[in-house]
């Protein structure tokens, strides 16, 4: 195990780390063990000995019910599972009044901070007093238990209001990451049937505005189903206001009565919407109900970060547009009475240090980030870190995409000094909850390993048949249900079952990930198997992005692909055929089609690589064969091309990939 000694930096780190690259297995340091939350490793065998009953007594211990479920699981319509079915539970009661009646109201809920060092602290007064007031204005916008809201808000306190205040009066909430295009969010609107949509005048990013309200007006003026737009006045930039359709927050808050009254939900009740890229161009919207995914985020936010409400500062250093917010920003912290750190703003503004100034600054005890990150914070090197006092910490985690060795490595020594676990997660939004990780405490890692299911949870790796692999590569499924589980796809119900249950049969849940098991049973998780493209920890569909490609006028056909990336983990890289004689485009086609993908999906999509292509490689039938586009991206020896129409096209790809890879070295 590593020790704690002063921590390197320079040619001494990477000397230390090189070392470390030779250990194989990390314990959970004694001083942490000895304080953990977890002592026992039979958690696992008690937890599958009765995986229901575990799930029941997590349900009935860590949430608070109007009526308590008589009924665990529901599995007698699969792969349409319920839990807890005949239970009634509100979402916002269990976030906030029971903290508050429990005299914990002075208790902060978080500490904000915007990018140009803004702070407030938010206590779970606070919140429940404008999560209240703000559900009676929605109410009085004509909202109702069942209508669909949109949210399309920064990291400010006020999305959580909005979130909660949704929860609180039964309406679904839609969030709609803030770096997706407005283009974007009229899609999820529309497909979602929107009734409001919660917005801001402007958002901040490294120190300029962008006028957010301005985007939407563009985008949304003739949808039949949206009956308001509600503005929060973040920024100060000027925006138009559409007379009877749009209110601005603060007044219709102001004008709101006091006290609202929680609604008592079904366990089944849709909680959220959150739209997630596929592998057609149209996103999926995942559905969550109420009980089961409250139970697994409270029961995995407790213990795979060993939280000690009354001691710890949290930071999940994600957005709430992503499901990793949503459960580990909003209902997990907040269900176990946390405290958090909310950041608004980028890892490197208005300095590359400002994250690890946040840590000294807050004494973060707990942090939970992308690995994306942890591998900008090593090219800009371990003295910004040094020059910070993060002896607070006392856990890291990862979550988003696979981290490499060297990244865990890293994380571990630099900015744990080499005494803090490193729990690295893998989930998704569809499983709502972390489902494979190391339990700190108790659980022996190894760097890039998820480790073993959460308890109560089962994966396995099979081949294509179904047939469980013991050790070695295959895909990754889950065998059985959970309480976070998605429970379809919102008003898609055949592609749902299509999607994650033809594969393998109704109760066998298929991942879309390749995964390995080793000798010990730990997972290594690979990633797609889809034409899911994963960067920085953002899944986008392959087809969303060619969709947005084709619509330029001189683009007549495209094949986007991930290319694995030092900095995102993977990029994107699109192949791209001009209409008419033109073989190849020029800078200002490649420019042009960059902003076609950013205004129609997000900056975070944009094409790294665009490389000309005279013809895609198809097969007879005309499939675009991806699988051989990878492997010249990656530099791999080509796979069976027998069954192109044209093998000549790969040759010709070949020369254009080499030449453009020569020029970027």
Known sequence: ?????????????????????????????????????????????????????????????????????????????????????????????????????????????????????????????????????????????GVQKGDVVGIYVPMIPEVVVAMLACARIGAPHNVVFGGFSATSVRERMEFSEAKALVTVDGARRKGKTAPIKQQVDEHMGDLATLEHIIVIQSTGAGCDMQDGRDVWYHEIVEQAEDECPPEPLDAEHPLYILYTSGSTAKPKGILHTTGGYLTGVAATHKYVFDLKPDEDVYWCAADVGWVTGHSYIVYGPLLNGATSVMWEGAPDYPSRDVWWDIVEHFKVNILYCAPTAIRAFMKWGADLPAKHDLSSLRLLGTVGEPINPKAWLWYHLVIGGSRCPVVDTWWQTETGAIMITPLPGITTTKPGSATKPFPGTTADVVDEEGKPIERGQGLLVIRRPWPSMLRTLYKEEDRFIETYFDKFGRDTYFVGDAARKDEDGYFWIIGRVDDVVNVSGHRLSTAEVESAIVSHRKVAESAVIGQSDEDTGQSICAFVTLEGSEDEGDETIEAEIRDRVADRIGKFARPKRIIWAGDLPKTRSGKIMRRLLRDIAEGRELGDVTTLRDPAVMEQLEGKVKELQEQES
């Open 1 to 141: 195990m590593a020790d704690t000694t002063e921590t390197p930096t320079g040619e001494a780190l990477e000397q230390k780390l090189s070392e470390l690259l030779e250990v194989e297995r990390f314990e959970p340091p004694e001083e942490f063990r000895e304080r953990a939350l977890l002592k026992d490793p039979s958690v696992y065998e008690e937890a599958e000995r009765d995986w229901k009953g575990w799930w029941s007594r997590q349900a009935k211990e860590l949430l608070d019910w109007f009526e308590e479920p008589t009924e665990v699981l529901d599995d007698s319509d699969p792969p349409f599972y319920k839990w807890f079915a005949d239970g009634k539970i509100n979402a916002s009661y269990n976030a906030l009044d029971r903290h508050v009646d429990a005299g914990k109201g002075d208790k902060v809920a978080f500490h904000w901070r915007g990018e140009e060092g803004e702070e407030r602290d938010v206590t779970y007064a606070d919140l429940l007093r404008d999560v209240q007031r703000f559900a009676n204005a929605l109410k009085d916008l």
